[in-house]
C-alpha cells in the first residue's frame, strides 16, 4: 500500500509578508554574527545594514557594486569598506558625502587613516585582508536573489515594454 503526499498549493504571500520575511532575514544575519568572522585584521566590523550598503554602493565601491577596478584601486575599495563597517556610524554618516566628481574624498581620506593603523609588511598581508573581507561578506549577505511572483499569481516574467 503506497501513501500519497497531500500536495496543497503554497499560498502566495502579500507584500507586508515578503517585507517581514526581508526584515526577519536581516535581523537573523545581524544576530548570527559571531566574533570570529567579525573580525578583520584586528578591527570588529558591524554587520552590515541597507545604511552601510547604500553608502559603499553610491561611492561606487567595487566589493558591494562588482564592478571591476584596476589593481591599484581594489586596496582603497577594500580600505573604504573596511572604515565604513569599522568607524563610528556617526562619523560614517559624516564622511558620505560625495564630490562633484563622483568621488567620495572624505571616505577616501577615513580610509587612508585607517589603512595607516593596519600593519603591512608585504603583499601577502593585503591578500589576508581581502580573503577576510571576502569571508566576512559571503557570511553575512545572502547573494541569491528569488523573483517576487506577479500580483496574480502568475510567471514573474513579464513581457517588456515596447520601448525596451
Known amino acids: 500500500m503506497t501513501t ?4 496543497k498549493a503554497k499560498p502566495q504571500k502579500n507584500d507586508k509578508d515578503r517585507d517581514d520575511d526581508f526584515t526577519d532575514a536581516l535581523l537573523d544575519q ?10 578583520i585584521c584586528g578591527l570588529k566590523l558591524r554587520p552590515p545594514t541597507l545604511g552601510t550598503i547604500a553608502i559603499l554602493n553610491r561611492c561606487g565601491n ?3 557594486t562588482g564592478k571591476e ?17 569599522s568607524a563610528d556610524i556617526d562619523e560614517v554618516h559624516g564622511s558620505a558625502l560625495v564630490s562633484v ?6 571616505l577616501e581620506r577615513k580610509a587612508f587613516e585607517l589603512g595607516d ?9 593585503f591578500v589576508e585582508i581581502y580573503q577576510g573581507l571576502a569571508e566576512w561578506i559571503n557570511s553575512h549577505v545572502v547573494s541569491k536573489v ?5 500580483e496574480d499569481g502568475k510567471s514573474s516574467k513579464k513581457t517588456p515594454p515596447p520601448n525596451e
Request: with cysteine; net charge negative.
Open 4 to 7: 500519497r503526499k497531500s500536495t
Open 30 to 39: 545581524a544576530m548570527k554574527s559571531d566574533d570570529k568572522r567579525s573580525k
Open 62 to 64: 567595487a566589493l558591494v
Open 69 to 85: 577596478v584596476t589593481e591599484e584601486d581594489i586596496m582603497l575599495h577594500c580600505l573604504v569598506f573596511l572604515y565604513v563597517h
Open 101 to 106: 566628481d563622483g568621488r567620495n574624498l572624505t
Open 117 to 125: 593603523t593596519l600593519p603591512f609588511t608585504g603583499v601577502q598581508d
Open 146 to 150: 528569488e523573483p517576487i511572483p506577479d
